[in-house]
């Protein structure tokens, strides 16, 4: 066992396991909590695969932005203290089961299939790579998508405004 | 055992089982986004696994994840809004208060 090893086994356990914790606490800012430590985990496994970029975004988009605002619409929405209410025996029972028939399962596709490496150099991974191909218009650029996502974006945060604005009480 | 492929596609299903699991038996509406972002998590990781090794010469697992997290985020947003909208009219967010479609 190297070093390199027994870092990704670390990893691999802080992921799994508050992600188990997060589904199954009963508090729900513990879970929100637990949530977070469990996308730093596979944060720190894109580090360790040297995904530099990616365990960056992962960083700022999930860690810093989207466990903050659940956070914040925990505050708004809960009262302190409060746990959430107990679930029935049998659903528990069966969502396990039927969660871990689907894992067997797949876990059984993925040791019985032969994956094909490709044999071609690798290329490095490194942010001008990722920038030029983000937009670049030729056959292996990315240019449309991330137009279409910006768009999506300004689509997604003008909903949020109409959304979440207060109605007037006359129209109730 | 050296980690490989193999050990990156069993914790990305772990995972996305582990989110399935929090999804079916939650009934709470935060907590099920969270189940979601447990979900969207492990597909990344699984765009990501591929492309580090049995793709090492290309960069597109790489750029599925990234546009994955652009929509992940997105999607938390709207999804907060409706929560919080919702908290507003039914006060409360559980899921099985949440019957009508229009209000």
Redesign the interface.
């Known amino acids: 066992m190297t070093g390199s090893t027994v870092i990704f086994y670390l990893l691999a356990a802080l992921t799994l396991v508050s992600g188990i914790l997060s589904v199954s606490t009963r508090q729900i800012f513990r879970a929100a909590i637990y949530l977070l430590f469990s996308l730093i985990g596979i944060a720190g496994i894109y580090f360790w695969l040297n995904y530099q970029f990616i365990a960056a975004v992962q960083v700022v988009v999930y860690v810093g932005g989207i466990v903050v605002l659940i956070i914040f619409s925990i505050f708004l929405t809960q009262q302190a203290g409060e746990k959430l209410a107990k679930q029935k025996l049998g659903r528990k029972i069966f969502s396990a089961l039927a969660a871990f028939c689907g894992f067997a399962l797949t876990m059984l596709q993925v040791s019985q299939n032969t994956f094909y490496e490709s044999s071609e150099d690798a290329v490095p991974v490194n942010v001008a790579g990722i920038g030029r191909r983000m937009l670049n218009t030729n056959a292996e650029g990315y240019a449309l998508p991330f137009e279409v996502v910006s768009m999506l974006l300004l689509a997604a945060m003008i909903g949020c405004i109409v959304i979440a604005l207060r109605s007037k009480p006359e129209t109730k | 055992?050296?980690?490989g492929?193999?050990?990156?596609?069993?914790?990305s299903?772990?995972?996305?089982?582990?989110?399935?699991?929090?999804f079916?038996?939650?009934?709470?509406l935060?907590?099920m986004?969270?189940?979601i972002?447990?979900i969207l998590?492990s597909v990344?990781?699984n765009f990501?696994?591929f492309n580090?090794?049995?793709?090492?010469?290309?960069?597109d697992g790489?750029?599925f994840?990234?546009?994955i997290?652009?929509?992940?985020?997105?999607?938390?947003?709207?999804a907060?809004?409706?929560?919080?909208?919702l908290?507003?009219s039914h006060n409360s967010?559980?899921v099985g208060n949440a019957e009508e479609l229009k209000?």
């Open positions: 055992m050296t980690p492929l193999f050990h990156i596609l069993f914790i299903a772990a995972l996305f089982f582990i989110g399935v699991y929090g079916l038996t939650r009934r709470n935060i907590t986004l969270m189940s972002e447990l998590n990344n990781l990501i696994g580090k090794y049995l793709w090492p010469n290309k960069m790489l750029f994840a990234i546009f997290i652009a929509i992940a985020a997105a999607e938390a947003a709207v907060i809004a409706i929560i919080i909208n908290y507003r967010i559980d209000y």
